[in-house]
């Protein structure tokens, strides 16, 4: 258990028709990086990066489908319903989820320390974020 886990805030958050729920237990102040490659900057996806412990997911399991491309590391999820890729396995963190902000109802109390990530050039790169586990 991370060290700070008392002072941990849960909230939840989810996809856009409510099929995807999910909880999260983050701390006071949060990391989240915005991303240039391919995929995310299609999406304005917002990456807040949690370990498998903090999270879980309470409904939606049957309603998420999964996209892959280039490495394959990442598993892209998305609700089958809306379309939303509210979280997914990233290539960057592949043993932990990175979750989309925008989808989290986010807690008064709760600062945000906005970042960019240059995943266009991935390699070059992702040693800066590599340790970012919130
Ligand atoms: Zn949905």
Redo the contacts with the bound molecule.
């Keep these: 258990m991370n060290p700070s886990q008392k002072d941990r805030i849960e909230c939840e958050g989810g ?6 729920r999910f909880r999260l237990a983050l701390p006071p102040r949060i990391e989240v990086r915005r991303c240039n490659c391919s995929i995310c900057r299609m999406t304005g996806y917002q990456h807040l990066t949690v370990a498998q412990a903090d999270f879980e997911l309470l409904e ?1 399991s049957d ?1 998420l489908v999964e996209y892959r491309f280039n490495t394959g590391v990442a598993r892209h999820l998305f ?1 089958r ?4 890729k509210s979280f997914y396995v990233p290539r960057s963190h592949p043993e932990a989820w990175s979750v989309h902000l925008a989808c989290v109802e986010l807690p008064d109390g709760v600062e945000v320390n906005w970042g960019d990530f240059d995943g266009a050039d991935w390699e070059a790169h992702i040693g800066e974020i590599r340790d970012i586990v919130n």
Excluded at 15 to 20: D, K, L, S, Y
Excluded at 81 to 84: A, F, L, P, S
């Design positions: 996809c856009h028709c409510g099929a995807v939606g309603d609700c319903r809306c379309g939303i």
